[in-house]
């Protein structure tokens, strides 16, 4: 076999590799969603009609580049299960303080704190006349503000001591 056939060879083995991976995700996010618990190798095999030692081995890969697939999942808040969206309006009520008016204001329609109507992102930049893209990364930062107040507080405390 000559150097290019190996090459697209390869090639079709990543992208089949890397839609089964996001097959296999997508499918333990909404078992997540559905059952609130994360879904055992047999669940996940039977639901994708898979062979358990295929899930196992796409499971390996997945945590062998987990940063490369964490930075490509966008958050959505729909995707939240009924125990971690609960946890989210706790905090984010808790710590709202933290937060710029705009992002409260973002986060509080997206989670429905406002009105008891949940917001999508597009409707959330129509609201404000912003892209979707820019309402998706002030609610990803509201977010990861309230999940993680302390280290907030601590960067804002060294900005005062260094200003």
Do not use: C
Request: charged share 40%; net charge positive.
């Amino acid at each position: 076999m000559n150097d290019r056939k190996a090459d697209e060879l390869m090639k079709e083995k990543s992208v089949y590799i890397v839609n089964k991976i996001n097959e296999l995700l997508k499918a333990k996010r909404k078992w997540k969603q559905e059952f609130g618990k994360e879904p055992t190798i047999e669940e996940l095999s039977a639901s994708l009609h898979l062979k358990k030692e295929k899930i196992e081995e796409l499971e390996n890969i997945i945590k062998e580049t987990e940063p490369i697939y964490e930075e490509r999942k966008p958050f959505s808040v729909e995707d939240l299960s009924k125990k971690e969206f609960d946890k989210l309006v706790h905090n984010a009520k808790q710590n709202a303080y933290l937060l710029s008016d705009f992002e409260k204001q973002i986060l509080y329609d997206s989670l429905g704190l406002h009105d008891e109507k949940r917001w999508s992102i597009d409707e959330l930049a129509q609201k404000y006349q912003k892209k979707t893209e820019r309402i998706r990364q002030i609610q990803a930062k509201a977010i990861r503000i309230v999940r993680n107040p302390k280290k907030i507080k601590r960067i804002r405390e060294i900005r005062k001591n260094v200003i």
